[in-house]
């Protein structure tokens, strides 16, 4: 009896400490970079300087875009990387690389790729999102941030958030605000309808935010000092991993939280109330680049691999 009983007790710690595997898998056309979904379709940016346009139901391609080739310091054609995506109405907007450094945006739209910013604007973009359809929010390397009419091309204002180098930024479900991330821990938020900062949010990281994500007024922090940081009104906190965090992301209601929380590249889910550990999931080779959720009861995985990995969560505490 007492060897059921200990067998029984190990048996229960073994499943309480168990990880989840994904239940299924999107192949794409190189290594994930970014992500975003659209009218039950995912497109994926990739660093073989292709936009992946996949089904999310079926799991199939149904389109690639493609910018075009680049030359290398040695004068060989390479593919340029795509750094982030995104889409509003019809237009989708393309981040890649160009030649010493630089970046270039594109805008596909009617099935016509348009080159809005080259390598002669000289601009070291490290992310772009749109703000409305011919408004695009740029962040540079050096931590400036640029409101660009992509119209009548040219800016509508900029600003240096921080001396510190930029990490990343998010805009809010309204697009009203960016929030915005880098060396030095603090969160800057400002306003994107003229620039002016709103708030600054610190003391939960210490060091580099490698990523940010919020939704309904929360927001979550991906850290180098392995500190996962939770923003909520006058509160704040932070879940404490055992490896460098390099992505987060946050449920559409922002009652649960996800970070990259070990050097296996699992990912671990809590609640963001009462900061309750909820499950790990694994699955991911390399090194984690977003974590996205679909909606309260599903979310998707990349990293700096050809694959992204889906997940349903079955239980919500």
Known sequence: MKLITLFLFFVSILFSNSVVMPSKTYSTSGSVTDLIT???LLYVATDSGCVDILELKTQKSVNKICVPQIVDFIGDKV?????SVDRVDSKMLILSQ??????R???YENETLRLVINYHDNLAIAK???VSSNTVLLALLSNDIILYDIKNKKQQWNFQSSLSKFSDFVLNEQ?????ISDESGELQIHSTKDGKHLKTL???NLDNVYQVDTKNGVIITAGQDRRCAIYKGYSSYYKKASFLIYSVGLS???KIGAFASNEDNDVTLFNTKSKEIMQTYTGSRMSITKIFFLNEKEFLVSSDDSVINYYKIDKVK
Request: aromatic share 10%; net charge positive.
């Open 175 to 179: 697009k009203s605000e960016v929030i």
């Open 128 to 130: 772009a999102k749109f």
């Open 98 to 103: 160009t030649k010493e450094g630089y970046r």
């Open 202 to 204: 610190s003391g939960e």
């Open 105 to 107: 945006l594109h805008i």
């Open 38 to 40: 659209d009218n039950n």
């Open 79 to 83: 593919a340029s990387k795509i750094y």
């Open 252 to 254: 559409p209601s922002g």
